[in-house]
């Protein structure tokens, strides 16, 4: 069972108004003599792509997604995010992987890309690159995680938003044990398409690893996808 995008939304919002007060507001004074070019806001996205937009003139958007709010309430889909990849790699909030946890830490992350930017180390092709986690570990050990995290589930609660996962229905679960076994079957050479965060991909599979299936797309280009990837053999 999905989380109406309507609740996302609002959780969305919230996060914009979390990151504006308690990410950005403390640091606004600083950011402005460091970097007096920048202008920030952040905004609710009507898909799932989640990201900091560096424009050239000086903008420094964070689009926090509806869908990826969506998919961070799904047990199966919020492995595929590498925000919920990172909580278990780096052991932030002890490991702990729920929505709540994700969605704050999902902020600290795209703020750790607009510190990034605005110290002039965010460069084309290495955007998650050491000097990104240097600043993502800077905002935990600095607490922000812990005061974001108990400030969303204060403000979810007041306002009767969900805070555990959405477990699906039968046919949902149904639909996903089928694309685990077409996953399974996989073969080189075989064509999928995959459902991305704003638009489907169509390849042929390319190779086959231990954890993804490497796919060469039509029209130019490569990508990996695991067996919670929303997908289908073509």
């Known amino acids: 069972m999905s989380l109406p995008l309507e609740e996302a939304g609002a959780l969305a919002g919230l996060l914009c108004e979390l990151t504006d007060e308690f990410l950005y507001a403390p640091r606004a004074a600083r950011l402005a003599r460091e970097a007096p070019w920048h202008r920030y806001r952040a905004r609710v996205g009507s898909g799932r792509q989640t990201c900091l937009r560096h424009y050239p003139d000086g903008r420094l958007e964070i ?27 780096f052991g932030w909030f002890g490991g702990r992987v729920s929505p709540a946890h994700t969605l704050a830490h999902t902020a600290l ?37 812990e005061r974001l995290y108990r400030r969303l589930v204060e403000r979810a609660g007041i306002a009767g938003l969900p805070l555990g996962f959405r477990e699906p229905g039968d046919e949902e679960q149904a639909r996903r044990n089928a694309r685990q076994r077409a996953y399974a079957a996989l073969a080189v050479g075989d064509r999928v398409r995959l459902r991305g965060r704003d638009r489907d991909y169509v390849g042929t599979v390319r190779r086959i ?22 997908f289908e053999r073509l």
């Not at 992350?109 to 993502?136: D, I, K, P, T």
């Open 109 to 145: 992350h795209e703020f750790a890309h607009l510190l990034q930017a605005v110290r002039g180390q965010r460069r084309a092709g290495s955007v998650h690159n050491a000097a990104f986690y240097r600043a993502l570990g800077e905002l935990h050990e600095d607490g922000d995680g």
């Open 209 to 230: 690893n231990r954890r993804s299936v490497s796919c060469d797309l039509d029209g130019g280009g490569r990508l990996r996808f695991s067996e919670y990837a929303d």
């Open 63 to 89: 689009t926090y997604g509806r869908r990826m709010v969506q998919d961070k309430y799904d047990r199966e889909h919020s492995r595929v995010w590498s925000t919920s990849r990172e909580l278990e790699r």
